[in-house]
Every structure is written in structure tokens, then in C-alpha cells.
T-cell receptor
Framework: AQSVTQPDIHITVSEGASLELRCNYSYGATPYLFWYVQSPGQGLQLLLKYFSGDTLVQGIKGFEAEFKRSQSSFNLRKPSVHWSDAAEYFCAVGAVSGGYNKLIFGAGTRLAVHP | DAGVTQSPTHLIKTRGQQVTLRCSPKSGHDTVSWYQQALGQGPQFIFQYYEEEERQRGNFPDRFSGHQFPNYSSELNVNALLLGDSALYLC?????????????FGPGTRLTVL
């Protein structure tokens, strides 16, 4: 069965510290992988995506993620966190059926940033 | 260029009632997907519409139905509301919904069922 696991429900970091959010997926074929961010009262914004090729993907707002097939992981990283990064982060896999995709999301990781 | 818009922003209904949520896709997009996000959980796929037809569906009962209009806007209808239907309902649009297409999300409609 296709699934996404985000092991950390809540993470707190200090402003300026580095960040890594974990994501593990279960999918039979080569996955399409996404990271989205959701701020209170807003919809989901795409941070980055992996389809194929280079396993280190750069995204917006200084985020990057690394696809590791052997570990079925797609962890999100940022070298220096800003207070404005406080939000909920969702990892998702694009499940393809008949050529059309739907997104399967993890439960999310809520990030708090201390000044 | 307007992004994905949804209405209303918030809605309060009672058990057994029916509700209709609306979504206008991003300009140039013809595919609309609907997701349900319960409190503290990630979004779950409800269904996807393309060319006014439901193209694929998630694991939701028939109480959840939808419609897509010729201008690509879409409605989500939920009949016989249950307390468990309380959630944020997200609409996402894409160019074709094919594998790899980016989905753009609206701000959502917060539905509360009392």
C-alpha cells in the first residue's frame, strides 16, 4: 500500500539553527515526491519536488531535500531557520493511477522556532 | 493571475444537513482535485475532476459527490453530514492531473458539523 510517514509530529528549533524534517514513503515504483508547507489559515504551498535525476533537490525559501531510494526517504533540510519558517510541513508522494496522479500525504510535522 | 479560490471560507452545519463547497481553479488549469484535512492530519484525496467527469476517487463514501462546470470550476457536495465530516476541505488545480503535474492549492473551506 502507498503511504507516507513523518515520524516527528512536532519539532522546536532555535532561530539560526539547522533543520531536518524526516519523511519515509512506501510506493511500488519510482515515486514523485513533494514537500508542502502550510501556514495557519492558508492552503498548501509547494516547497520542492523530486521526479527523477539529481537526488538533491533545491526548493524555495532556502529549503532542500535529498531522495534516498535505499532508505525510502525524502528528508527536508534547511541550514539556518528563520522565525517565519514556523508552520506545518507535509511530505507527499504522487500516486499514479491510469496515468493520472493524486497526492498521498503524511500526517505532517509542526515546526516551532524559538527566537 | 488569481490562484485557486474557494468559497465559503468557513461554514457551520448540523448533522444530517447537506453542504456545497465551491472552487475556482488557477487560470489555465483544467483539472480539479478535492482533499479533506481533518484536524491534526494530512490531507486525504477525495476525488479528481477533468472534462466535467470524475476521473479518480479516493476512499470516501457516496455521500461525497462533486461536479465540474464547463469553465473548469468545481463543487464538492456532502450529504447527510456527520460529526466526523468536520474538516478543512482543500481544492487543488493542475494543468491535466497527469503524473508529475504540480497541484496548486486553495486556502480551503473550514467545515464544522455540530
Amino acid at each position: 500500500a502507498q503511504s507516507v510517514t513523518q515520524p516527528d509530529i512536532h519539532i522546536t528549533v532555535s532561530e539560526g539553527a539547522s533543520l531536518e524534517l524526516r519523511c519515509n514513503y512506501s510506493y511500488g515504483a519510482t515515486p514523485y515526491l513533494f514537500w508542502y508547507v502550510q501556514s495557519p489559515g492558508q492552503g498548501l504551498q509547494l516547497l520542492l519536488k523530486y521526479f527523477s535525476g539529481d537526488t538533491l533537490v533545491q526548493g524555495i525559501k532556502g529549503f532542500e531535500a535529498e531522495f534516498k531510494r535505499s532508505q525510502s526517504s525524502f528528508n527536508l533540510r534547511k541550514p539556518s531557520v528563520h522565525w517565519s519558517d514556523a508552520a506545518e510541513y507535509f511530505c507527499a508522494v504522487g500516486a499514479v493511477s491510469g496515468g493520472y496522479n493524486k497526492l498521498i500525504f503524511g500526517a505532517g510535522t509542526r515546526l516551532a522556532v524559538h527566537p | 493571475d488569481a490562484g485557486v479560490t474557494q468559497s465559503p471560507t468557513h461554514l457551520i452545519k448540523t448533522r444530517g444537513q447537506q453542504v456545497t463547497l465551491r472552487c475556482s481553479p488557477k487560470s489555465g488549469h483544467d483539472t480539479v482535485s478535492w482533499y479533506q484535512q481533518a484536524l491534526g492530519q494530512g490531507p486525504q484525496f477525495i476525488f479528481q475532476y477533468y472534462e466535467e467527469e470524475e476521473r479518480q476517487r479516493g476512499n470516501f463514501p457516496d455521500r461525497f459527490s462533486g461536479h465540474q462546470f464547463p469553465n473548469y470550476s468545481s463543487e464538492l457536495n456532502v450529504n447527510a453530514l456527520l460529526l466526523g465530516d468536520s474538516a478543512l476541505y482543500l481544492c487543488a488545480s493542475s494543468r491535466s492531473g497527469r503524473a508529475g503535474d504540480e497541484q496548486f492549492f486553495g486556502p480551503g473551506t473550514r467545515l464544522t458539523v455540530l
